[in-house]
């Protein structure tokens, strides 16, 4: 994220933090955080530290600030891009995955930060006198015993671990003396059945006095979240028209796409909200109900959408929002919570919030074992990727229905965020390497220009001598526009080639075993689960002739079939061996008979 201040622009692009001349485009210092920095592109080598997050920066009393991937927050020198201090503020001990993946804010003397970790700490926001970088308070996400909120997790250690990271930079109203937070998911991320409860104050806004840390209120969009659903987006500050008066408000969007808005002094919202029920799950001690904001319509599409117009694999299902990820039903695809990570932006003068995600499926198992959690089932669905798109709407921010909505493929990487402008215009990077100016009340497109790369965050918008200009860095540059600007459009980056139906490593084996063991890939430790329903290896190359054996390492019968019907192992029991013989070179796609989810591939040359 840019940021421009007195004709200069400051930015993050790991390991450095750099800082611009805005007219011109010169470097004036550069702080790298891994291999030394400072004036002029040459200075001492810091303390080691980790990567500046890409959020950007914050500014106060003469000092830049960052947090950094090892949870320390760094003050440099504004004019000269010196260290001045560099604290850490996470817990001890220093476990892996502890870091700050949020810009800070400064306001009212003090810098505050997020701390995140997917290992289960308890989020926390930490206040550190700007000047010194001493801690002024700490506030947690997940309270201890005894702390209001803590009635709503179970009378054991599980609030220790209990999640809620902070992923995302802060809002701040110096005024009103408060600054404001989105938190992140429960952990464990799939699993409800050991912490009982709506567990404050995960995927929560709050507010906090800003000197204090102290909470003055707060809302919970998401209770008992077993669904991995941060609240992934920075809220944003608006005046809105509320009966004839201005009201200084907050507006935050939930991970499945509806907006919340309130009043951001008294945390009242601003439109009425209404309870639904949801899905239950006894086991995962599932919430009762959950909040919608009445009337309103979500960016992202339900089940019943995908059900209806989209091609899903053969031998799933799919599930709605708030259903449980459950042992019993293996082969569910959840729509994804897509609206993510892009910052969003409100404009006064049409009075929507605009707001970019991805709508996409996701396959979500659980293990036996709460604590096992595993992003990569999705890519053993063939094709499920081709369903992907990124979607970016305008939502009305009185009715929070929906204005209008756009799509477009995922290109060579993801979109930016957007920003919205007083001049009626909204710019966005598309992740093919345009960066597009589109009218804010009907989104068409009124002006493009090829950057030749995806964009590394959303677009800033400042004023010199007179001039407005915008800017964007993208992967492989920084790019400043106005009216008349000379610059040529570079050359459109590769268009992505149409995914492939099988992806990963192709692995030369004449012998495949029906189980698999899937490794936990978070950072709670070495965690482990059998998997029946994933062929192993999933891809497989021999030569033509060649006779492939089937082991039943597994627990339940299996039948390895081709999908064209051409072969079939026959039924092999638990421990139990079958063969088939390729004679004839081709690929050919293969599923469990009695698991019709579980797809391999052979290739025969």
């Known amino acids: 994220m840019t940021v421009v201040k007195n004709g200069m622009m400051y930015f993050t692009a790991p390991p450095n933090v750099v800082k611009l001349n805005a007219r011109t485009g010169q470097v004036v210092w550069r702080f790298a955080t891994s291999s030394g920095g400072g004036r002029g592109g040459s200075a001492s080598t810091p303390p ?26 760094v003050a440099l020198r504004d004019d000269t891009g010196e260290l001045v201090w560099n604290r850490y503020v996470g817990e001890d001990a220093r476990d892996k995955g502890q870091g700050i993946a949020g ?93 009982e409860g709506n567990n404050l104050f995960i995927c ?41 008066r201005t009201v200084k408000a907050i507006g935050a969007i939930r991970p499945d796409g509806y907006v919340f808005t309130f009043d951001r002094i008294t945390g009242k919202p601003l439109m009425k909200l209404e309870e639904r029920k949801v899905p239950q799950d006894r086991f995962q001690k ?77 396959w979500l198992r659980r293990a ?25 709407a305008a939502i009305d921010g009185t009715t929070h229905k929906i204005v209008w909505r756009r799509e477009f493929a995922s290109g060579a990487g993801r979109p930016s965020g957007v920003l919205t402008t007083a001049g009626g215009l909204l710019f966005h990077a598309a992740p093919d390497g345009h960066f597009n100016a589109h009218d804010a009340r009907t989104g068409e497109i009124v002006w493009q220009f090829q950057t030749g790369a995806p964009a590394g965050g959303p677009a800033a918008s400042f004023e010199l001598d007179g001039e407005q200009f915008v800017s964007l860095v993208t992967s492989t540059n920084v790019w400043a526009f106005k009216l008349g600007g000379t610059l040529p459009a570079r050359p459109a980056p590769p268009s992505p080639r149409e995914p492939e139906l099988f992806t990963g490593q192709l692995a030369e084996t004449r012998q495949i075993e029906t189980a698999a063991l899937q490794r936990d890939n978070a950072f709670t430790g070495a965690r482990f689960m059998t998997d029946e ?70 290739i025969v040359e």
């Open 368 to 392: 036996e074992d709460g604590y096992f959690f595993s992003t990569a089932f999705s890519n053993r669905v063939p094709g499920l990727d081709r369903l992907e798109s990124f979607v970016m």
């Open 103 to 195: 810009a800070p804010v400064y306001a009212g003397g003090i810098v505050s930060v997020g701390l995140s970790g997917d290992n289960g700490w308890r989020g926390q926001v930490v206040g550190l006198d700007g000047k010194t970088g001493r801690e002024v308070w700490r506030w947690f996400a997940v309270p201890a015993p005894g702390e209001p909120g803590s009635e709503t997790w179970p009378k054991t250690a599980q609030w220790k671990f209990g999640g809620g990271a902070l992923w995302l930079a802060g809002v701040a109203d110096e005024e009103a003396g408060l600054v404001y937070y989105v938190t992140g998911n429960g952990v464990p991320q799939l699993s409800g059945e050991h912490r």
């Open 48 to 73: 080691a530290m980790g990567a500046p997050d890409r959020e950007g920066v914050a500014f106060g009393d003469g000092l830049v600030f960052i947090g950094t991937s090892d949870a320390r927050v």
């Open 533 to 602: 329903y994933q062929f192993s290896p999933y891809r497989t190359k021999v030569p033509v002739g060649t006779t492939v054996t089937w082991r039943n390492n597994g627990t339940m019968v299996h039948t390895a079939v081709a999908q064209d019907g051409s072969w079939s192992t026959g039924p092999i029991d638990p421990a139990g061996v079958a063969a088939v013989t390729f004679d004839r070179p081709g690929t050919y796609v293969y599923i469990c008979k009695e698991h019709p989810w579980a797809y391999a591939q052979i």
């Open 204 to 244: 929560s806004i709050v507010a906090l006095d800003m000197k204090t840390g102290k909470l003055k209120w707060h809302y919970q969009t998401i209770r008992h979240d077993i669904w991995e659903a941060d609240m992934s987006i920075s809220p944003v500050l608006y005046d809105a028209q509320v009966g004839g």
């Open 286 to 362: 599932t919430a009762t109900t959950q909040p919608f904001p009445a009337g309103a319509e979500g960016v992202l599409p339900d089940c019943e959408w995908w059900r209806k117009t989209q091609p899903i694999p053969k031998g799933f299902e799919v599930g709605c929002y708030y259903e449980a990820v459950s042992l019993d039903k293996p082969n569910v695809l959840m729509p994804y919570y897509g609206m993510r990570v892009a910052p969003m932006s409100y404009s006064q003068q049409t009075g929507y919030f605009y707001a970019v995600g991805e709508r996409s499926l996701r």
